[in-house]
């Protein structure tokens, strides 16, 4: 089955900084790749999301890029602020594939 | 109008008792998850139904079974409650095809003493 793993677990950022984190899944056939978002106490919410026929996608602060021949994708976020503080999971899906398998999460701090 | 409301948000109670967790979504999605977080953030899959038809079974124990008594629905029954069981439990739904996230309910925090 489809393996996707997630890096940093941790990352501290000064606000205004930009914060990147690192996705790598094993399934080529994965072609849908969503960005959830996870305050404390909170339920995750996407994001953003790209598909494999598309290169990068922004929206805003928040952009993804997407590289299938390495099998790995990635956030950015620009222009760090505290309320972007929270657990950031990636994901993967294949077409034929009902679940998402997401990575591990990243716990981002944006320090003031 | 919440897309996916999970009742209750906090649930405490002993070891080996019986509890359930109401899952509904009102988005008309096709395919509902039931998904369990533990203290480290892993979101692990447990079931999801699609039509009314368990599709995925992930190995989860036995005292864990999901009822979906029509497809804006997705319960969950635990039998015999262990102290591990103790973790956020999150149900979420999605649209037919693989090009579509899910919409996570607020979660169920579940406690066991």
């Known amino acids: 089955g489809e393996n996707v793993e997630q890096h940093p677990s941790t990352l501290s950022v000064q606000e205004g900084d930009s914060a990147v984190i690192k996705c790598t899944y094993s399934?080529?056939?994965?072609?849908?790749f969503p960005w959830y978002k996870q305050e404390l106490g909170k339920r995750p919410q996407l994001i953003i999301d790209?598909?494999?026929?598309?290169g990068e996608k922004k929206d805003q602060r928040i952009a993804v890029t997407l590289n299938k021949t390495a099998k790995h994708f990635s956030l950015h976020i620009t222009e760090t602020q505290p309320e972007d503080s929270a657990v950031y999971f990636c994901?993967?899906?294949?077409?034929?594939?009902?679940?998402?398998?997401f990575g591990s999460g990243t716990q981002l701090t944006v320090l003031p | 109008d919440t897309a996916v409301s999970q009742t209750p948000k906090y649930l405490v109670t002993q070891m080996g008792n019986d509890k359930s967790i109401k899952c509904e979504q009102n988005?008309?999605?096709?395919?509902m998850y039931w998904y369990k977080q533990d203290s480290k953030k892993f979101l692990k899959i447990m079931f999801s139904?699609?039509?009314?038809?368990?599709?995925i079974n992930e190995t989860v124990p036995n005292r864990f079974s999901p009822k979906s008594p029509d497809k804006a629905h997705l319960n969950l029954h635990i039998n015999s409650l262990e102290l591990g069981d103790s973790a956020v439990y999150f149900c979420?739904?999605?649209?037919?095809?693989?090009?579509?996230?899910?919409?996570f309910g607020s979660g169920t925090r579940l406690t066991v003493v």
């Open positions: 979420a739904s999605s649209p037919t095809g693989a090009n579509y996230g899910y919409t």
């Open positions: 399934d080529s056939a994965s072609n849908y």
């Open positions: 790209i598909r494999s026929n598309v």
């Open positions: 994901a993967a899906r294949k077409g034929s594939a009902r679940q998402l398998t």
């Open positions: 988005l008309g999605h096709d395919t």
């Open positions: 139904y699609n039509n009314k038809e368990l599709i």
